[in-house]
T-cell receptor, first 112, second 117 residues
Framework: RKEVEQDPGPFNVPEGATVAFNCTYS??????FFWYRQDCRKEPKLLMS???SGNEDGRFTAQLNRASQYISLLIRDSKLSDSATYLC?????????????FGTGTRLLVSP | GAVVSQHPSRVICKSGTSVKIECRSL??????MFWYRQFPKQSLMLMAT?????????EQGVEKDKFLINHASLTLSTLTVTSAHPEDSSFYIC?????????????FGPGTRLTVL
């Protein structure tokens, strides 16, 4: 089983739609969770950290369910510029921001 | 956010040659840098953790004699792919860890696309 699993997509949605991505992780001792965004042939960029209580940043909402080892990202009112690959990332160790384990990513295509 | 640069951004080389990739943190000091590799349609895979002034820690399955890492200063880590082969063709990305008190985050370089002919 992969350490971090994501549905690869692609998710094709129209502008303005709400879309949700899910991710599961295998290491129950994992402490830190993140969503990164990666544009084609570019480096990943941190979108948001994921906290146990859930957190929101504008149109983006992240949730963590430790019992189910499940992380989600919700994007509301999708924009064309949201088209990218969204990477679920887990730090499996309680050592701060050290090793990161990346999922394969979920590709989002937002169309006019 | 902080800036991390990589050089070169793209390199094409012949099989058997060695290629050096540089990773620099431009506006902060990084005692820890990381090297990743990403094959098409796959996730980033951590190759090694580079610690300033000490030996790198390699992930399982990564040959340390093939992928030489040097972290000689707080702002520079280098990855040398020795005797490159076509199967080494990939997107190599470094990241640098910035720590300020309780704040800590990794910043990624723009990546180096290596093509071995």
């Amino acid at each position: 089983r992969k350490e971090v699993e994501q549905d690869p997509g692609p998710f094709n949605v129209p502008e303005g739609a709400t879309v949700a991505f899910n991710c599961t992780y295998s290491n129950s001792a994992s402490q830190s969770f993140f969503w990164y965004r990666q544009d084609c042939r570019k480096e990943p960029k941190l979108l948001m950290s994921v906290y146990s209580s859930g957190n929101e940043d504008g149109r983006f909402t992240a949730q963590l369910n430790r019992a189910s080892q499940y992380i989600s990202l919700l994007i509301r009112d999708s924009k064309l510029s949201d088209s990218a690959t969204y990477l679920c990332v887990v730090n499996p160790m309680n050592t701060g921001f050290q090793k990161l384990v990346f999922g394969t990513g979920t590709r989002l295509l937002v169309s006019p | 956010g902080a800036v991390v640069s990589q050089h070169p951004s793209r390199v094409i080389c012949k099989s058997g040659t060695s290629v050096k990739i540089e990773c620099r943190s431009l506006d902060f000091q990084a005692t820890t840098m990381f090297w990743y590799r990403q094959f098409p349609k796959q996730s980033l895979m951590l190759m090694a953790t580079s610690n300033e002034g000490s030996k790198a820690t390699y992930e399982q399955g990564v040959e340390k004699d093939k992928f030489l890492i040097n972290h000689a200063s707080l702002t520079l880590s280098t990855l040398t792919v020795t005797s490159a082969h076509p199967e080494d063709s990939s997107f190599y990305i470094c990241s640098a860890r910035r720590v300020e008190g309780v704040y800590n985050e990794q910043f990624f370089g723009p990546g180096t696309r290596l093509t071995v002919l």
